[in-house]
Nanobody, 119 residues
Framework: QVQLVESGGGLVQPGGSLRLSCAAS????????VGWYRQGPGKERELVAR???????NYVESVKGRFAISRENAKNTFYLQMNSLKPEDTAVYYC?????????????WGQGTQVTVSS
């Protein structure tokens, strides 16, 4: 099992910034990828950003140039720095940890944190 604890959501004005954090504990040894999903009102959950254990990153097109994902492997913690926030970024953000065990993968989720972008 992997436990994920998120922090850092809140209310911010358009153009503002927030930093989300996700701390992992439990059976997290070995190869993995981590990332952030979000689900806005009336929308499907989407993958916002992901980063491999080696540091390779991917972003959904709508956040490229504004969001940055990073990780501190020694602390089992990863982050999502969100800049130039827009109202359409409003969503519940979930951190995600994907553990690789041979040919099988095991996904784990945080509890979600609300991000609201509004004036």
């Amino acid at each position: 099992q992997v436990q994920l604890v998120e922090s850092g959501g809140g209310l911010v004005q358009p153009g503002g910034s927030l930093r989300l954090s996700c701390a992992a504990s439990g059976n997290i040894w070995g190869d993995n990828a981590v990332g952030w999903y979000r689900q806005g009102p009336g929308k499907e959950r989407e993958l916002v950003a992901r980063i491999t254990i080696g540091g390779t990153t991917n972003y959904v097109e709508s956040v490229k140039g504004r969001f940055a994902i990073s990780r501190e492997n020694a602390k089992n913690t990863f982050y999502l720095q969100m800049n130039s926030l827009k109202p359409e970024d409003t969503a519940v953000y979930y951190c995600w940890w994907l553990v690789y065990r041979g040919t099988t993968t095991y996904p784990y989720w945080g509890q979600g944190t609300q991000v609201t972008v509004s004036s």
